[in-house]
């Protein structure tokens, strides 16, 4: 075997390993079916560079050496993380979801006590990311200004930070605060957990804001993570339209709009079609047809650096998005106030648009049967 063309079928053989890598099983068959590819003798891809290895002069065999060593560390990191994710997703699979109807359990004439809207929601966006593969992380209501602010890049004279829009517990040394979002859950987890990282981090957050029928000052967002190698902007909007196409059907359709946080680059908001007037325009989407849902975008690599993770090997995508904002979508609610209100009526009568299941629960939505409320008339 002339070296040229050896040394050109080692790389490629290297590549498709790198490839192979960036595919995720979803069953413990495809899980065996990989390991097979890469270490089965004497045919599989370890087995097959080694022989290349072996025969090649001496000057290239440091070359391949390294190469194979390299990607034998990745594979193990990745074997890692596919299996703790088959068995998650085992697990997932086993788990009744949470947004069925549920039994009737109570007294014959009595309505049977329905998951809070904001459980429900939170409880299917939950769902819907653990089966493609994210864990679910968690952090602190109160946190430093390290965490909330200065890790995530946010500059020191950002609006945020003002007393009169974040929740200050102490000013000084450190500043202690209550959250302002869940993005502070991505640097605790990258500082604990080295890539691939896929985790949703739910959660409350505080805002100082005055409360009207738009805001609170106590909401719940979803944070996302990913990162790994080779992740890009095509894997963020792949993830983020599957989940748009689950949570609102499969008809939906969503546009990415440039926008600004400090924390990704590029950063983006994410519009999906509005599943109440079908895009054609009323007063849920303020007659655009398309309703914001989250913010988005590409981990900032100084970010990552903030986190001892090298931006030169790895890359993310981050999202977060507001599960009230959701819930008033999916459950047509004008006023965020209701959903902090202990409603008695959540308890004994479920509201006209229960999700029933991540895939079918808009079908439940009549939008032509809905009288205009004094809300809509006074758009
Ligand atoms: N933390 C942002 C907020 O509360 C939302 C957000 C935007 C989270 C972009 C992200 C992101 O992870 O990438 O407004």
Redesign the pocket.
Known sequence: MGSVSSSTQWERLIEEGYQRLNTNPSTPEELQQLKQFFTSKPNGLFARIQQILREAPPEEKRVIGKALNALRTAYQERWQAWKTVITQHAEVQAFPDPTLPGVWTTLPGLTPCPSHPLTATLNQICTIFMRLGFWIAEGPEIETDWYNFTALNIPEDHPAREMQDTFYIRVDDPPVLLR????PV?IRVMEKMRPPIRIIAPGR?YRNETVSARAHVQFH?V???YVDRHVTIADLKSTLNAFARQFFGPATRTRFRI?Y?P??EP?FEMDVSCTLCDGKGCAVCKRTGWVEI????M?DPAVLENCQIDPEQYSG??????VERLTMLSYRIEDIRRLFQAEWHWRVQPPVHVPVSPAGFHQKMRPEEEKPTEADKKE
């Open positions: 302002t979002h869940t993005s991505q957050v967002q944070e996302g993570l926008s946080f924390f990704t950063s989250l913010g988005c975008g981990v995508f981050a999202f977060g998005m507001g």
